[in-house]
């Protein structure tokens, strides 16, 4: 078990395809196990292989109200139905929120930690959150999703520099936040 270091835009490795896992080996359990020590340290609901610099469709989610982790290799949206607008962030974009359309439920495919291929309905926080980490194996950012710039907000100053006294927060600088239960990461 390990933690490891996510990778944040513009890292070319956000931006490519992740290539199907065809054999659950050792290696590929340890990197899903990794991911899942990872997400949790980072205190997320999500993490995709690609923001650990793993080319692998893996995901890991931590759903507010589960014990354990679900990890999933190779999983597909199989169908989706509606749009909805919602908030989220992303580990590897830290800092900033923005508003995405989501689908209101989709149906989803993948093999689980079992190895077993699971099959089911998602709604809510789950679907938003496999829709999210799905688009990373394809390359997608969230901000990929925003309908204009102004739908990105700003959520948290950079660390300042020595120095840098430029830009003083006074105001309610979490006011856009949203419960760490709606963190997507
Ligand atoms: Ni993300």
Same mark, same amino acid.
């Given at each position: 078990?390990?933690?490891?270091?996510?990778?944040?835009? &513009?890292? &070319?490795?956000?931006?490519?395809?992740?290539?199907?896992?065809?054999? $659950?080996?050792?290696?590929? #359990?340890?990197?899903? *196990?990794?991911?899942?020590?990872?997400?949790?340290?980072?205190? /997320?609901?999500?993490?995709?292989?690609?923001?650990?610099?793993?080319?692998?469709?893996?995901?890991? $989610?931590?759903?507010?109200?589960?014990?354990?982790?679900?990890?999933? =290799?190779?999983? !597909? $949206?199989?169908? #989706?139905? /509606?749009?909805?607008?919602?908030?989220? /962030?992303?580990?590897?974009?830290?800092?900033?929120? /923005?508003?995405?359309?989501?689908?209101?439920?989709? %149906? =989803? @495919?993948?093999?689980?930690?079992?190895?077993?291929?699971?099959? =089911?309905?998602? !709604?809510?926080?789950?679907?938003?959150?496999?829709?999210?980490?799905?688009?990373?194996?394809?390359? $997608?950012? *969230?901000?990929?999703?925003?309908?204009?710039?102004?739908?990105?907000? %700003?959520?948290?100053? @950079?660390?300042? @520099?020595?120095?840098?006294?430029? !830009?003083?927060?006074?105001?309610? @600088?979490?006011?856009?936040? #949203? &419960?760490?239960?709606?963190?997507?990461?």
């Amino acid at each position: 078990m390990a933690i490891l270091p996510i990778l944040e835009i &513009p890292h &070319p490795t956000l931006r490519k395809r992740a290539k199907k896992v065809r054999g $659950i080996d050792k290696s590929i #359990t340890k990197l899903a *196990y990794d991911m899942v020590d990872t997400m949790h340290e980072a205190g /997320g609901v999500g993490l995709a292989a690609n923001q650990v610099g793993q080319l692998w469709r893996i995901i890991v $989610i931590q759903m507010p109200d589960e014990e354990e982790a679900r990890v999933y =290799f190779n999983p !597909e $949206i199989v169908k #989706t139905m /509606g749009t909805r607008e919602v908030e989220e /962030g992303c580990l590897s974009l830290p800092g900033y929120r /923005g508003l995405v359309n989501r689908s209101v439920w989709i %149906r =989803f @495919q993948a093999i689980d930690h079992g190895e077993t291929t699971v099959k =089911f309905k998602a !709604e809510n926080l789950l679907s938003q959150a496999l829709e999210h980490e799905v688009d990373h194996l394809n390359g $997608i950012l *969230y901000t990929d999703h925003l309908a204009s710039h102004e739908q990105l907000y %700003r959520i948290e100053e @950079q660390e300042s @520099q020595p120095g840098d006294e430029e !830009e003083e927060i006074t105001s309610d @600088q979490n006011s856009l936040d #949203t &419960p760490a239960s709606l963190k997507i990461n």
